[in-house]
């Protein structure tokens, strides 16, 4: 193996020549044909893995030689017939050349996709997250929405009793408990003289002062119920926002900013949800006072704001800024969250945002990313 970089790339790669090999260790194959003469048990085991060494020593060292020569040019090895040798030289400027240009090792090819495969990760952990938090809200929308219906039907099923108990109330019928329940008509007309006046019709039966007593305490908290209904229901409703949320399949700045100036789904195939420049002017920041929504609307907001400055200051359309931004951020292989961290830390840095950017004076250095 040969040493390039942090990695170390496959002797397959290419091997020096055999020519060169052989003047490393020139004694190695008489060495090797001496041992191997002698009969099978007489052979020394150590002799043959050592000779493998060497045999495995005479490209390492070839190999690393070139970059130690590149490195340490001053050294007096590199003096030595060896390395002076034209095939040498040829072999030197192939392997730096493959090792520049050719296919990428494994090790490299590793190395280069960790980014990547981190990035996807991270995406794909924000949209369960986002997910998760947009199924609870709607559970919590659809729970209140049901009590609300609940109630409103159980006042509605309500009404007619509380009817039915003024109308008694003010009919000037009066039960009386006793151990002989009495009954007083004063608006029946069945007084003919005032020796009738208090007339009272006894009974026997024990359960009507009881039954008397429970219809009494019946009206008396049907009134209650009727007016803390007519309270609740005369009082102004307080003017409430609805809650908007954030789509959790953006995945670029050109989608950020399509969801900030004209609005996107919450998720794909949904219904079109409004703008978030719309609600800000609309609402402030009342409609986003969840935690989701408030936190995701925090990881998007210096984007936006970085999209309308640049705009202002390279007096390109938004949409042009915004693909700018996104191929910037791609080649930094950043996130999306990154950048709005990034651009955040700029902002406290800077005095005036008007006069200055984050990609150079005014955002002149966008103009050339193509």
């Known amino acids: 193996m040969y040493y390039v970089g942090n990695f170390y790339l496959d002797r397959e790669c290419l091997a020096p020549p055999e020519e060169l090999q052989q003047k490393n260790f020139p004694m190695l194959e008489q060495t090797e044909a001496a041992n191997n003469a002698k009969p099978e048990k007489l052979r020394d085991i150590a002799t043959s893995c050592f000779m493998n060494l060497l045999r495995w020593f005479r490209i390492i060292i070839l190999q690393d030689a070139v970059y130690l020569r590149k490195k340490y040019p001053i050294l007096k090895i590199w003096l030595e017939p060896i390395f002076n040798n034209p095939s040498f030289e040829r072999f030197a400027e192939q392997l730096l050349h493959e090792a520049a240009y050719g296919e990428a090792p494994q090790y490299v090819r590793v190395n280069k996709a960790m980014p990547d495969l981190a990035y996807q990760l991270r995406e794909q952990y924000l949209n369960s997250m986002n997910s998760i938090s947009t199924y609870h809200q709607s559970m919590l929308v659809q729970n209140e929405q049901e009590h609300t219906i609940t109630r409103d039907n159980i006042t509605q ?20 408990s006793s151990s002989q329940t009495r009954v007083r008509l004063s608006d029946s007309g069945l007084n003919s003289s005032s020796e009738n006046v208090g007339h009272s019709i006894p009974t026997s039966h024990e359960t009507v002062p009881s039954v008397a007593s429970n219809i009494h305490n019946l009206h008396i908290s049907a009134i209650s119920t009727s007016d803390n209904l007519s309270l609740s229901l005369s009082e102004p409703e307080k003017a409430i926002v609805e809650q908007h949320r954030l789509a959790s399949h953006v995945n670029s700045v050109m989608d950020l900013w399509k969801e900030y100036n004209e609005g996107i789904p919450h998720r794909v195939g949904g219904s079109l949800a409004p703008s978030i420049r719309q609600l800000d002017q609309k609402h402030g920041s009342k409609w986003r006072q969840k935690d989701d929504c408030r936190k995701a609307y925090s990881r998007r907001r210096y984007i936006w704001e970085a999209i309308i400055q640049a705009s202002k200051n390279l007096n390109y359309a938004p949409e042009i800024i915004a693909e700018k931004i996104d191929r910037w951020r791609q080649n930094q292989r950043y996130t ?13 840095k800077q005095d005036d945002s008007q006069q200055s950017g984050f990609w150079g004076n005014k955002d002149v250095e966008l103009l050339n990313i193509t």
């Open 157 to 176: 099923s309500l009404q007619p009793v509380v009817l039915f108990l003024n109308n008694i109330s003010s009919s000037g019928i009066t039960l009386q």
């Open 336 to 348: 999306l969250n990154r950048l709005n961290l990034m651009l955040a830390e700029e902002r406290k």
